[in-house]
Every structure is written in C-alpha cells, then in structure tokens.
C-alpha cells in the first residue's frame, strides 16, 4: 500500500526528467501535460531481474482479468490480470538500454530483455497500456472488475468468482 506519507505527484514534476533514448526502444517521452485536475499517487514496478523499473499515476481506467489465448502465451497463465491507462501517464525510469518490444511499433509487448517480464501491452492503436499487475510494485486503487475474452479460456481453467463474465472486451 501507498504510506500516508508519500508525496502526492503533480504530473509537473516528471517534465524535467527526460530520459534519453536506448538503441531498439521507441519509447514515448515524459508526459508534457502541464496540470491534471487532480493529482494521483504514483505507483512504482519493476521487472523481475530490476533492470527496468518504471513509475505510473495510480489513474487506471479500467482493469480486468484477460482470457484471450495472447494474454495466456504471454504470461504463461490461465489470465492476465492487468490496469489500463493512457500511455502518457507511463514513465520508464532507469532507462532500459535492454528493453525488447515484441509486436509492431504501434501496438507491442515491452519485455525486460534480460529477464523476459513483461511489463506492458501497449494496445488499441497505441494509446493505451495494459499492464499487468504482477509487476506493478505498489498496490493500485484498481482492480480487476470483470473477466474479458471468456470466449476463448482454456478449457482446463474454471473462474470460480462471482464477477462479470464477457464473451470479448
Ligand atoms: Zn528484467
Ligand atoms: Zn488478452
């Protein structure tokens, strides 16, 4: 959990902090936006060797457990939980000269290249980002509400809670 204590981020405070750009990543830079109506906590994650390590506003708008057979292969799971936001709202630290983007420049998996984790899917056509909850460090406001793509679980998996169930998104 986020201690009473942590300092509430203006979105502001990232604008002085350009990264530079690593060799096979087109990573966007630091968000330009000068204000948000409200300001959120700032989320911390890493992958699992701590190469990459990235920071995030706790403003999810939306999460869910994903079914589809992508989500399965990707993460070696029966599902991927995952929050969304708008990529602007995404900040890699610690630049990773070793990230690995799999996929096409547009929509793509971002994988720590040394240890594999997968860190976000940047998805419908680039202006979002599922990321999946294993590697977010701190714990988000959000979480999973609904099942998607429940159309194409594995037969060998039973979802045994009680939220809504979607055939696709
Ligand atoms: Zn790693
Ligand atoms: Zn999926």
């Not at 457990?65 to 708008?86: D, E, L, M, W, Y």
């Not at 594999?116 to 419908?124: A, K, M, N, P, Q």
């Amino acid at each position: 959990m986020i201690s009473i204590g942590l300092r509430w981020w203006l979105w502001g405070d990232f604008t002085g902090g350009d990264s530079g750009s690593g060799p096979g990543c087109q990573i966007w830079r630091v968000c330009k936006e000068p204000v948000l109506e409200k300001p959120f906590a700032r989320l911390k994650g890493a992958c699992l060797c701590g190469r990459i390590n990235f920071e995030v506003s706790d403003a999810f708008e939306y999460a869910a457990n994903c079914h589809c057979s992508q989500c399965r292969k990707a993460t070696g799971a029966a599902f991927k939980p995952f929050v969304a936001i708008p990529r602007e709202k995404f900040v890699l630290k610690d630049w990773p000269d070793d990230c690995f983007e799999f996929g096409t420049r547009i929509e793509h998996d971002l994988r720590c290249r040394n240890c594999g984790s997968l860190i976000y899917s940047r998805v419908r056509d680039g202006e979002y980002l599922h990321i999946p909850l294993g590697v977010l460090t701190d714990t988000p406001s959000l979480k999973p509400d609904k099942h998607i793509f429940v159309g194409s679980k594995a037969d060998w998996h039973d979802i045994l809670d009680d939220l809504p169930q979607h055939e696709e998104f």
